[in-house]
């Protein structure tokens, strides 16, 4: 009987749990609306090991053409902790290079112009080129 009521509540804990969205490693992330971040929400990019890589607010830009892009924040998040990689802003999500760095695009104004090894327990964003 015991046994029983374990099973059922494992199948409500995790029959209610919500997946996590995730973005293509190929897509530009692109504004809901001109100059405008709004409608932007934390997504889930990139998992490396205990580390999740989201996209976090975003802020609105513009290439030499006109053309609109979301420039999105990056975070760095375990089950207790949320590391935001300083002055990071990139359209396109994080790749993994081992499972201690990823390897993210520094973008302005729509284009990238520095390449980064991130450590994930840190944060720290490291150059490995510019664009």
């Not at 995730?22 to 934390?42: E, K, M, N, Y």
Request: net charge positive; with cysteine.
């Amino acid at each position: 009987m015991r046994s029983a009521w374990a099973l059922a509540g494992l199948s409500v804990v995790f029959g209610c749990r919500t997946p996590e969205r995730a973005v293509p490693a190929d897509t530009t992330v692109r504004a809901p609306s001109p100059r405008s971040d709004a409608g932007a929400t934390d997504t889930l990019v990139l998992s490396v090991g205990r580390f999740g890589i989201w996209f976090a607010e975003g802020r609105p830009g513009r290439d030499s053409t006109g053309a609109d892009c979301l420039e999105r924040s990056v975070e760095i998040r375990t089950d207790s902790s949320r590391t935001k990689v300083p002055l990071l802003y990139t359209t396109r999500p994080p790749t993994r290079i081992d499972e201690g760095h990823i390897r993210a695009e520094l973008v302005r104004d729509c284009r990238v112009i520095g390449i980064y090894r991130v450590e994930l327990a840190s944060g720290r964003p490291t150059k490995l080129a510019d664009r």
